[in-house]
């Protein structure tokens, strides 16, 4: 008796990256700045952080309009929205964060 192969329809994965440096305003690198990449449509939010040399990366995301929110301790927030990225699509979002105000109570 032979074996009766059946072509089985797969599915293909798809997903869409955003990458990026984080860096100050003499464009050095700002490693360990958290990156908060939120879907406009859902609200639903990845969150990861920018390594040594400034530069993040939010991978399997899924297609559609992303906004991207940088803070670390020492800088003003920085906030970039409507950032379109496509299916099967990497898409690059530098971002320069300014020198925020350092109070001290006394």
Same mark, same amino acid.
């Not at 990458?19 to 700002?30: E, K, Y």
């Not at 958290?34 to 995301?61: C, D, F, H």
């Given at each position: 008796?032979?074996?009766?192969?059946?072509?089985?329809?797969?599915?293909?994965?798809?997903?869409?990256?955003?990458?990026? $440096?984080?860096?100050?305003? $003499?464009?050095?690198?700002?490693?360990?700045?958290?990156?908060?990449?939120?879907?406009?449509?859902?609200?639903?939010?990845? +969150?990861?952080?920018?390594?040594?040399?400034?530069?993040?990366?939010?991978?399997?995301?899924?297609?559609?309009?992303?906004?991207?929110?940088?803070?670390?301790?020492?800088?003003?927030?920085?906030?970039?929205?409507?950032?379109?990225?496509?299916?099967?699509?990497?898409?690059?979002?530098?971002?320069? +964060?300014? +020198?925020?105000?350092?109070?001290?109570?006394?």
């Amino acid at each position: 008796m032979g074996a009766l192969i059946v072509p089985v329809a797969g599915f293909s994965q798809v997903e869409a990256r955003l990458f990026g $440096t984080v860096t100050d305003p $003499t464009g050095s690198a700002v490693p360990d700045a958290e990156v908060k990449i939120t879907a406009a449509a859902t609200g639903v939010s990845t +969150l990861v952080r920018s390594g040594p040399e400034g530069n993040y990366v939010a991978p399997q995301l899924v297609a559609g309009t992303y906004n991207i929110e940088v803070s670390k301790t020492g800088f003003v927030t920085a906030r970039v929205t409507g950032v379109l990225v496509r299916t099967n699509e990497s898409v690059r979002s530098n971002i320069q +964060l300014a +020198l925020g105000v350092v109070a001290t109570a006394v």
